[in-house]
Every structure is written in structure tokens, then in C-alpha cells.
């Protein structure tokens, strides 16, 4: 039965992952890019610190959280004429990035800014005093001492996205969410609803567990 399933199902399955990797990694490194500094300044434009501007502090947590608090599902359809601009379709692995991209770079902006704000404030302080620059302070201070919740928020962020690229199977942008779908649940294929299923677990308690093991090292050293 097993060898069966394979021969039928295993090239689409296999594709599939494929195509899940591929969103996941091309889309999460995009996130990040524009989600760390996004969050460092989401920190220096507080009040007090040294930066410090209300209007852009303002501005930035009013569209970072006007994003968060749309569905993943309704926002990929909301700017469809905007991804279309911007890779020149809305369909598959290349037109699902920009929707991933705009979901998931505003909660690692969120959470960077948590991580941040986590730092011993008495250790900044006395970096200040010394007249060190506010860049070297972000890198070799506030990076460091939170590197280890930066890498925690940046595993959620990941399963979070996991559960975006699923979603986005609805829209044909392949991967196991489109597998699932198309004969999960269009065809009544139960035995390929299960298998990707398991597939999805086993993938997000990876990713959670190294994200676990790399952070507790990370709090040590």
C-alpha cells in the first residue's frame, strides 16, 4: 500500500516540498532584510531614546499593525495588483513572495522590537555615556545581548510563514498547501491530505526545536 502511494503520489509530493522550501526561504530572507532594521528603528524612534521622533514612531506602528491585523488570506488577494506590478503575476511560487514578504516583515519588525526592547537598559546607558556611537551600540550591544530571543521571534516568524505558504495553496502557488488542496480536498484524496499534514508537523517541530537548541547555545556563549 505504502509503495503504492509512492509511485502515484511521490513526485507531486516531492514537488510540492520543493516548492514550499523555495517560498519559505526566498520570502523569510526578504522578511528579514526588511524587518530587522524595521524594528531597530522601531526602537530608536521611541520617546527617549536616541532617535527620537513620535511623528515616524507614530506612523510606523500604525502600518505595521494595520498589516498584522489583516488575515493572511485576505491580503493576498487585497494586493494583487500590486504583486502583479511587482513580479508581473499573481500566481505560483514567484507571485505568492510578495504577499508573504508583506505579511511576515511587519511581525519580525514587531518582534525584533520586543527582543530589543529586552535589553538591560543600565548596559546601554553606560555605552552611551562613553560616547559610543549609536550604530555600534545597535550591533555589538543591543543585537547581542538579545540575540538569543531575536532567534526564538525569528522561529515563530518561520512557522508562522509556514502556515502563510499553506494558505497561499488556495491561489495556485504550488507547495504542500496546493497539494492539499487540489487533491487533499478537491479530489477526496484523504491519504494525501494526511501526508502533508504529517509533513507540515514534522517540518514546523524541526524548525521549533532547532530554533530552541540554537537559542539556548546562544544564551550561554
Known amino acids: ?10 513526485i507531486d509530493i516531492w514537488e510540492a516540498i520543493i516548492q514550499t522550501f523555495q517560498m519559505l526561504s526566498i520570502s523569510l530572507s526578504i522578511s528579514v532584510v526588511i524587518g530587522l532594521p524595521l524594528g531597530v528603528l522601531l526602537v530608536l524612534t521611541r520617546p ?5 521622533n513620535t511623528y515616524l514612531h507614530g506612523a510606523l506602528n500604525v502600518i505595521i499593525n494595520i498589516i498584522r491585523s489583516i488575515p493572511f488570506i485576505i491580503l ?17 511560487v514567484t507571485g505568492v513572495i510578495v504577499p508573504l514578504v508583506v505579511y511576515t516583515a511587519p511581525y519580525i519588525a514587531r518582534l525584533m522590537e520586543s527582543s ?13 555615556a562613553m560616547g559610543i556611537r549609536t550604530k555600534d551600540i545597535i550591533w555589538n550591544v543591543m543585537i ?12 515563530i516568524a518561520t512557522i508562522g510563514l509556514i502556515g502563510a505558504t499553506a494558505m497561499a495553496g ?40 532547532l530554533g530552541n537548541y540554537l537559542a539556548a547555545k546562544l544564551k550561554k556563549d
Do not use: C, N
Not at 527617549?48 to 527620537?52: A, F, I, T, V, Y
Open 144 to 155: 547581542r545581548e538579545a540575540r538569543s530571543s531575536i532567534v526564538l521571534g525569528l522561529t
Open 48 to 52: 527617549g531614546k536616541s532617535l527620537d
Open 170 to 209: 488556495l491561489v495556485g502557488a504550488g507547495g504542500l498547501g496546493d497539494l492539499a488542496y487540489r487533491y487533499g480536498h478537491l479530489r477526496y484524496e484523504v491519504d494525501v491530505m494526511y501526508v502533508t499534514v504529517v509533513l507540515l508537523i514534522i517540518l514546523v517541530q524541526g524548525l521549533q526545536s
Open 1 to 10: 500500500m505504502i509503495q503504492s502511494f509512492i509511485e502515484e503520489w511521490g
Open 76 to 92: 493576498l488577494f487585497f494586493i494583487l495588483p500590486f504583486t502583479k506590478l511587482i513580479v508581473g503575476t499573481s500566481i505560483g
Open 116 to 128: 530589543l526592547l529586552e535589553v538591560d537598559k543600565g548596559v546601554i546607558e553606560a555605552y552611551e
